[in-house]
């Protein structure tokens, strides 16, 4: 598997209209846009830092993963995602090395990548994604 670099990291916020403050007046980062990815219950607003986003992720339904994080963890960061140059390869790898998945295969994700989830058990509790 070869990781090229960190995609993005992402915040679970409870509304990113309140949490992109931070991140534009604050920061000084520049807002890219936002999209909502119907098939995983979340908008996602993206802000560029060099070569890698911060991605917020709001909830679109009180029975998404968001939603889910946010009940038990409150805001904060959600997951690393990684770009990898083949994403079916790694997680063929990873899945032959004995790591647990969320995702055994790719699914559709912001921006129309590819991505797949490591589970946190796996991974030191951290949610690890991968995108291509």
Same mark, same amino acid.
């Given at each position: ?11 679970? #916020? ?15 980062? *520049? ?10 219950? #979340? ?5 560029? *830092? ?10 679109? &339904? ?7 994080? $946010? ?9 690393? &995602?990684?770009?990898? +140059? ?31 989830? $490591? ?12 995108? +291509?």
């Amino acid at each position: 598997m070869k990781i090229l670099k960190i995609d993005h990291l992402g915040i679970a #916020v409870n509304s990113i209209k309140d949490g992109k403050n931070i991140w534009t007046e604050a920061l000084g980062l *520049v807002f890219e846009g936002s999209e909502t990815v119907e098939e995983q219950k #979340v908008t996602t607003a993206f802000f560029p *830092v060099g070569e890698s986003e911060v991605e917020l992720l709001e909830s679109t &339904a009180p029975d998404g993963p968001v939603a889910k994080f $946010l009940d038990k963890k409150g805001e904060g960061i959600h997951h690393i &995602a990684f770009r990898v +140059e083949n994403i079916e390869g790694a997680l063929e790898e990873l899945k032959e090395k004995g790591i647990r998945l969320i995702d055994e295969k790719p699914r559709k994700g912001a921006g129309g990548k590819k991505i797949a989830f $490591l589970h946190p058990k796996a991974t030191n509790g951290v949610l690890v994604e991968l995108c +291509e």
